[in-house]
Antibody
Framework: QVQLQESGPGLVKPSETLSLTCTVS????????WSWIRQPAGKGLEWIGR???????NYNPSLKSRVTMSVDTSKNQFSLKLSSVTAADTAVYYC?????????????????WGQGTMVTVSS | DIQMTQSPSSLSASVGDRVTITCRAS??????LAWYQQKPGKAPKLLLY???RLESGVPSRFSGSGSGTDYTLTISSLQPEDFATYYC?????????FGQGTKVEIK
């Protein structure tokens, strides 16, 4: 079955760029949307954005100016870059697959998630 | 952005109880709603989509209903493994947004 695994630094300095990669195993990355979602400790979930395997993206307007997503289909990976980070960006970051329903239509729910990776912004 | 408001924010219930959680959207979302279950230290798990469609493998004691701006998640008979936090999420309008969560605790 498809599994997702986030990787990247667990500590980022303020004003620097957070970089994470999600590796897809057990299946192809093709023909799906792939999302990033984050969750500060003890708080709710925030969708950051998504990327299709063609490279097409949608970003959360509140983060759009700082977010860049990319995909590498040859490695079955997709990535997140978040620039100019502050302490408010400290959170568990999840990668997730956008769900396809029984008609194979993509809907904006998430059926497969990575385990999450904690990223702390601190000097 | 569409704002999603869940109620209650927490509840205490006993095994076997019927539990209902409500989610209200700031505008109509045409059943473009998903529900998730999250246990401590784990990623959320998709329970339902399209407001009432059960994801494969999810027990039938979970059900969803609603229309327009108001939606509910019902657990017909609470089981020990159901104690968790539940989130609703709209996918009617990019960007997707989540409710603040409802924590279901043991009474």
């Amino acid at each position: 079955q498809v599994q997702l695994q986030e990787s990247g630094p667990g500590l980022v300095k303020p004003s620097e760029t957070l970089s994470l990669t999600c590796t897809v195993s057990g299946g192809s990355i093709s023909s799906y949307y792939w999302s990033w979602i984050r969750q500060p400790a003890g708080k709710g979930l925030e969708w950051i954005g998504r990327i299709y395997t063609s490279g097409s993206t949608n970003y959360n307007p509140s983060l759009k100016s700082r977010v860049t997503m990319s995909v590498d289909t040859s490695k079955n990976q997709f990535s997140l870059k978040l620039s100019s980070v502050t302490a408010a960006d400290t959170a568990v970051y999840y990668c997730a697959r956008d769900f396809k329903d029984v008609e194979m239509a993509t809907i904006g729910a998430f059926d497969i998630w990575g385990q999450g990776t904690m990223v702390t912004v601190s000097s | 952005d569409i704002q999603m408001t869940q109620s209650p924010s927490s509840l205490s219930a006993s095994v076997g109880d019927r539990v209902t959680i409500t989610c209200r959207a700031s505008q109509g979302i045409s059943n473009s709603l998903a529900w998730y279950q999250q246990k401590p230290g784990k990623a959320p798990k998709l329970l339902l989509y399209a407001a009432s469609r059960l994801e494969s493998g999810v027990p039938s004691r979970f059900s969803g209903s609603g229309s327009g701006t108001d939606y509910t998640l019902t657990i017909s008979s609470l089981q020990p493994e159901d104690f968790a936090t539940y989130y609703c999420q709209q996918y009617y309008s990019t960007s997707w947004t989540f409710g603040q969560g409802t924590k279901v605790e043991i009474k």
